[in-house]
């Protein structure tokens, strides 16, 4: 292979401990995610933590590797950050292992570090430890990545198994981008208005919620699965009927358009940058208020109540007047979507 184009691609020996990998590390790893605790370069971080902790670990695999919105980087950031921040959990500290292919591009690679250093700006957590290893072509799927987080809890109580009757549940905006995003780029669509995921960071809206002292019972980010999972995981876990008004949850025109082609339910499709609160009803008008002036929530809705009547269950008001059970999704609409 030509010495200049070596240079492009990554190697074996970029996972061999040699010197190549060293360069790896220290040229793009390092420099991209600075920090006197990842500087120190010891075989674990030694961390200084003060109270009850958050800890969370997540793998991503997402196809495409980039995608309108975001790249895999950005989602392994935002995704490990948002899983500490659904506990009111303040992010603080990431371990983060690259598994490559063989041959994947260098300047891909860069684009993905500094996609991750940047969201990493949003919460101000820090990368403190990681691992690299090169696997020979054909083994991986370009390159897949695993980040763990640990965060220090500001606000007890967050759990699925708090909600309570005359709850209601706010979702912050509108819902199934990031799974219709994906689908687009996949598929190669084209539409005339462009649609990207909602891949972000939640913590800076998470953190305004805690800092008004809003009384939060439930919280959590609608990834895979989508809103019908999480509010089916809550009914189940606190043993009480979710009641839910279709029109009044939010979705836009694009992810409507692209789930009436393909036959997929916009409430079932994979989110990266939306969650779902359950709040009490007298908290539901500053809670918005919140969300919306502040957090660039805009979209943020209430879209239904808790009771005791079905427990277990999640009931969908139609537009129509009519009602249906809202179940659990089935089988696996788009794989390899974070």
């Not at 990842?38 to 495409?64: I, K, M, Q, W």
């Not at 809206?205 to 919280?219: G, R």
């Not at 979710?242 to 916009?266: H, K, M, S, T």
Request: charged letters at 20%; glycine letters at 8%; a negative charge.
């Amino acid at each position: 292979m030509n010495q200049n184009n070596s240079r492009k691609i990554v190697q074996l020996s970029h996972g061999g401990g040699g010197k190549e990998m060293n360069h790896l590390i220290k040229d793009l790893f390092f420099k991209a995610f600075d920090n006197p605790i990842l500087r120190s370069e010891e075989d674990a971080a030694v961390l200084h933590f003060d109270g009850n902790l958050a800890f969370t670990t997540d793998s991503f695999t997402v196809s495409p590797l980039f995608f309108p919105g975001g790249d895999i980087g950005k989602l392994s950031i935002a995704g490990t950050v948002n899983d500490l921040a659904m506990m009111g959990a303040e992010p603080q500290y990431l371990s983060c292992s690259f598994i490559i292919e063989e041959g994947f591009e260098i300047t891909h690679l860069k684009t993905i570090v500094e996609s991750m250093a940047n969201e990493l700006k949003q919460s101000g957590a820090r990368i403190v430890c990681g691992d690299t290893k090169v696997v020979p072509r054909g083994c991986a799927d370009g390159i897949f990545i695993n980040t763990s987080g640990v965060g220090r809890i500001l606000r007890k109580g967050i759990s699925v198994k708090n909600l309570a009757s005359d709850d209601v549940i706010i979702v912050s905006r509108d819902v199934g981008r990031h799974g219709a995003a994906i689908l687009m780029a996949r598929e190669g669509l084209a539409l005339e208005s462009e649609l990207t995921s909602d891949c972000a960071t939640l913590w800076p809206i998470v953190e305004q919620l805690i800092a008004a002292n809003i009384e939060i019972h439930a919280m959590r980010d609608a990834t895979r699965g989508g809103l019908s999972a999480v509010l089916n995981e809550w009914a189940c876990a606190s043993n009480v009927e979710i009641n839910v008004n279709e029109q009044a949850i939010p979705v836009c025109d694009e992810v409507r358009g692209l789930c009436e082609l393909y036959g997929f339910e916009p409430l079932d499709l994979a989110n990266e940058g939306t969650f779902i609160l359950a709040v009490p009803k007298e908290s539901a008008d500053a809670t918005l208020e919140i969300m919306k002036r502040f957090c660039h929530c805009e979209q943020a809705a209430v879209i239904g109540n808790v009771n005791d009547n079905r427990k277990g269950k999640v009931v969908l008001n139609t537009p129509w007047g009519s009602s249906r059970y809202l179940d659990l999704p089935q089988g696996e609409l788009l794989p390899r979507i974070c």
